[in-house]
């Protein structure tokens, strides 16, 4: 059983900085793609940042240029650095894995960009 566990997520002021981090923890196997999910109120869940195992990115247009995934294997970590930060992109953000032909999702961690 593989469980995510985000960190990271806190308030900024608008252009400023945050880094997510999520620790999957359950195999020392090195997992498959992962991801970063965002959530703000009453919206569906989006698509982030996405990153596989031989870390090929994929990114939302909205957040292309700002956010940078980054994954560790060995560690199975995984990052999102958030720069240029907007009021758009208060959200909950979670962390997505597949494993063994299975997706397993983070408890969420709460961004909120504010001046």
């Known amino acids: 059983q593989v469980q995510p566990v985000e960190s990271g997520g806190g308030l900024a002021q608008p252009g400023g900085s945050l880094r997510l981090s999520c620790a999957a923890s359950?195999?020392?196997?090195?997992?498959?793609?992962m991801g970063w999910y965002r959530q703000a109120q009453g919206t569906q869940r989006e698509l982030v940042a996405s990153?596989?195992?031989?870390?090929?990115?994929n990114y939302a247009d909205s957040v292309k240029g700002r956010f940078t995934i980054s994954r560790d294997n060995a560690r199975n970590m995984l990052y999102l650095q958030m720069n240029n930060l907007k009021p758009e992109d208060t959200a909950v953000y979670y962390c997505n894995v597949q494993f063994m032909g299975r997706i397993y999702w983070g408890q969420g961690t709460q961004v909120t960009v504010s001046s």
């Open positions: 990153i596989t195992r031989a870390e090929s990115t």
């Open positions: 359950g195999t020392p196997f090195t997992l498959n793609t």
